[in-house]
């Protein structure tokens, strides 16, 4: 008998093992899919690409910036809040993609291939993640050149305020979009979570001027954590609790910035743990309508 005929050499397996795509191939694979997916509805691309510049610019309208508020001018104050509306923009991409992926039966499609459960739901956090940090390059950038905002202090802060604001509502989004029957109504659900999210996390209004039990709620909402950190990275000062309006928020270096607002990250890692709980839970990969 032809040992060959029988045995495959080594070459060959290594060959084939070669052609297998790595991880970082599958999840830029299920990226480039989410483009595509996203850029076929025109109206939810064009909500979730401009939404958060757009409401930067409205916000900084208010006729009373020129005030502070925690030593800083309140205009920035407020812009510098919104850039964390990249992470509620990922919640509305995700969802909406989410329920047309399974309707369309592309999830099905995928789970069918050989490709791991972790690189699809890889590739659908990484590139709400790309599309958010590109939204706050360009919503910093007006910031910095037509509100003359200083430039931030610490951008590691940022990023990973950033990241973890967006992957906490990336897996959200992943969980409720079991619950939402349609693309249409996911878009809908999308509006209070981005009301919520502006009104109640000192985004657009400072918390103090809410009731006190509403100001208990909103220190635990998602986006609470993730706007704090945010000012703080940027102003160099400690935005880790609602600031006085006449009292200035004392400066903090690198480090210090990471410790006060580690408490408020770990709150929004909670909500990671509830998003993936929730994905768990309720996250369907069939259509409903099949």
Known sequence: MNRS???????GIQGRAASV???????WAQVRLNHAALLRQRGLAFSVLTLPLF????????PTAHETLGGVPLRAYVGVGTLAMGCLAAFMSVSAAAVYRREERIYKRLRGTALPVGAIFAGDVAYAVLVGLVQEAFAAGYLIVVLHAPMPRNIPL?????LIGSVAFCVLALGVSGLLPSN????????????????????AIPLSALPGWARGVCEVLAPTPIVRAVRTGWFGRDFSAEPAKHVAAHHVGLLNGFQV??????????????????????????????
Do not use: H, K
Request: aromatic share 10%; net charge positive.
């Open 21 to 27: 795509p790595g991880w970082p191939a599958m999840v």
């Open 261 to 290: 607002s580690g408490a408020g990250l770990g709150v929004a890692l909670l909500w990671i743990a509830v998003g993936l709980w929730l994905t768990r839970r309720f996250f369907r990969w069939d259509p409903r309508r099949a």
């Open 5 to 11: 005929t029988t045995l495959e050499s080594p070459v």
């Open 55 to 62: 409401l930067v610019v409205v916000y900084t309208m208010n």
């Open 158 to 162: 940022i990023l990973v305020a950033s």
């Open 184 to 203: 249409e109504v996911a878009q809908l659900a999308s509006v209070p979570v981005l009301l919520i999210g502006a009104l109640g996390s000192g985004m």
